[in-house]
């Protein structure tokens, strides 16, 4: 079987695959089985590419799915190594036009962080703006000390 399309090696629309739409559904399975197949070449390769280039004293790297992706950032940078995991109800997720999908939502890409890692920060985003600013301000003050 070829290898699935990557939008940097196919030619699909980023932009697109960033929301909810069908347009990136119609993708994601081949997405999935694309970063699974990258991954068991080379475990680090998608972390290696977040951080490539980058010299500022603080990055976020977001959309971080699995377990072996948290322990490379931290068996590569240590003590440095803050993690931040944001929720939202079932409920805030389908008004934002999100859709189980079997075999895609239940798999390592979107659930493999569910276990097995001490988050320093767990922000829920239900839309609640003062809930989210409150939840916020830790990680802020934290961020403002290390600049």
């Known amino acids: 079987q070829p290898p699935p399309p990557s939008p940097q090696e ?3 629309d980023f932009q697109r695959l960033l929301d909810a739409s069908t347009y990136k559904e119609s993708y994601r399975q081949d997405m999935i089985r694309w970063g699974e197949e990258k991954r068991r070449a080379d475990p680090g390769f ?3 590419a977040a951080v490539e280039g980058a010299a ?4 976020v790297v977001s959309d971080t799915r699995r377990l072996s992706d948290v322990e490379w950032f931290r068996d590569v940078y240590g003590a440095a190594v803050r993690t931040v995991r944001v929720v939202a109800a079932d409920e805030t997720r389908r008004r934002r036009n999100w859709v189980f999908v079997a075999g895609v939502d239940d798999a390592e890409s979107e659930c493999g962080l569910d276990q097995g890692v001490t988050f320093n920060w767990v922000v829920t985003n239900d839309g609640d703006e003062l809930a989210l600013d409150e939840q916020l301000e830790p990680l802020l003050r934290w961020l403002r000390c290390h600049l």
């Open 46 to 48: 998608f972390c290696r």
């Open 10 to 12: 196919h030619g699909l």
């Open 56 to 59: 500022q004293p603080v990055w």
